[in-house]
């Protein structure tokens, strides 16, 4: 849970031109949802009765969907870790479908395919792998689409945004069983980004064909 807390609460994001619009939704609810993924159950409910208020005017407000639920997928680890299985499976049903609505909505929004890829990414770490695999995939899918939406204005993007998105790429692919992709997008890596903090890792698999568990998760794919 430790990891996926770290995962959500660094998915930031920076303008295609390296500064944050101003409105953004994101920075509207993410210290509180930030706070609630470290312990701060207050903050999260204030987090998620944000989302839910804006929910109620336009149910199809697609990045309040897609925070709201991660914050019920985060509240279903956490019911998992309390030995409640019934409760943690429902929220973490109800948080999956909320993020995929919203990616149906907009899904050419930056500001939704990362956050729901980061958390499926994560959230599937210690699960059966015939359960993780169709998620794993969903997240890469989602990463690609981000690659190709960010395509024009890519280079123009620093060495951590762009060694993010690799990463999570390249990790994705490394987890589906294709070494063959895995390499291209960490060869991509040390080659566009090499002073992303993603790049060290990147060559340990390149030289290993593994990264160490302990090696830390960084903000796999936070950046617009």
Same mark, same amino acid.
């Given at each position: 849970?430790?990891?996926?807390?770290?995962?959500i609460?660094?998915?930031?994001?920076?303008?295609?031109?390296?500064a944050?619009?101003?409105?953004?939704?994101?920075l509207?609810?993410?210290?509180?949802?930030?706070?609630?993924?470290?312990g701060d159950?207050?903050?999260?409910?204030?987090?998620?009765?944000?989302?839910?208020?804006?929910?109620?005017?336009?149910?199809?407000?697609a990045?309040?969907?897609v925070?709201?639920?991660?914050?019920?997928?985060?509240?279903?680890?956490?019911?998992?870790?309390?030995?409640?299985?019934?409760?943690g499976?429902?929220?973490?049903g109800?948080?999956?479908? !909320?993020?995929?609505? =919203?990616?149906?909505?907009?899904?050419?929004?930056?500001?939704?395919? $990362? &956050?729901q890829? *980061?958390? #499926?990414?994560?959230?599937?770490?210690n699960?059966?792998?015939?359960?993780a695999?169709?998620?794993?995939?969903?997240?890469?899918?989602?990463?690609?689409?981000?690659?190709?939406?960010?395509?024009?204005?890519?280079?123009?993007l620093?060495?951590?945004?762009?060694?993010?998105?690799?990463?999570?790429?390249?990790?994705?692919?490394?987890?589906?069983?294709?070494?063959?992709?895995?390499?291209?997008?960490?060869?991509?890596?040390?080659?566009?980004?090499? !002073?992303?903090?993603? =790049?060290?890792?990147?060559?340990?698999?390149?030289?290993t064909g593994s $990264? &160490?568990?302990? *090696?830390? #998760?960084?903000?796999v794919?936070?950046?617009?």
């Open positions: 849970m430790t990891t996926l807390i770290f995962a609460a660094l998915m930031l994001g920076i303008g295609q031109n390296g944050a619009p101003a409105g953004r939704f994101d509207m609810v993410r210290t509180d949802f930030f706070a609630g993924f470290a159950e207050a903050r999260l409910k204030k987090g998620m009765e944000a989302c839910e208020e804006i929910l109620a005017a336009n149910p199809r407000h990045e309040a969907l925070w709201h639920g991660s914050g019920l997928l985060f509240q279903g680890g956490m019911a998992f870790a309390a030995g409640n299985p019934q409760r499976g429902e929220l973490f109800r948080g999956l479908e !909320e993020m995929n609505r =919203a990616v149906a909505l907009e899904p050419e929004n930056v500001g939704v395919l $990362i &956050p890829a *980061a958390v #499926l990414l994560v959230a599937t770490r699960m059966p792998p015939d359960t695999r169709p998620l794993i995939e969903q997240a890469v899918g989602n990463y690609e689409k981000v690659l190709t939406i960010q395509a024009p204005y890519f280079s123009t620093g060495d951590h945004p762009k060694g993010e998105l690799l990463f999570g790429l390249a990790e994705g692919y490394s987890r589906l069983g294709k070494p063959e992709l895995a390499r291209r997008y960490f060869e991509r890596l040390v080659k566009d980004a090499p !002073e992303s903090g993603q =790049a060290p890792r990147a060559r340990m698999w390149l030289d $990264i &160490p568990k302990t *090696a830390g #998760l960084g903000c794919g936070c950046h617009k």
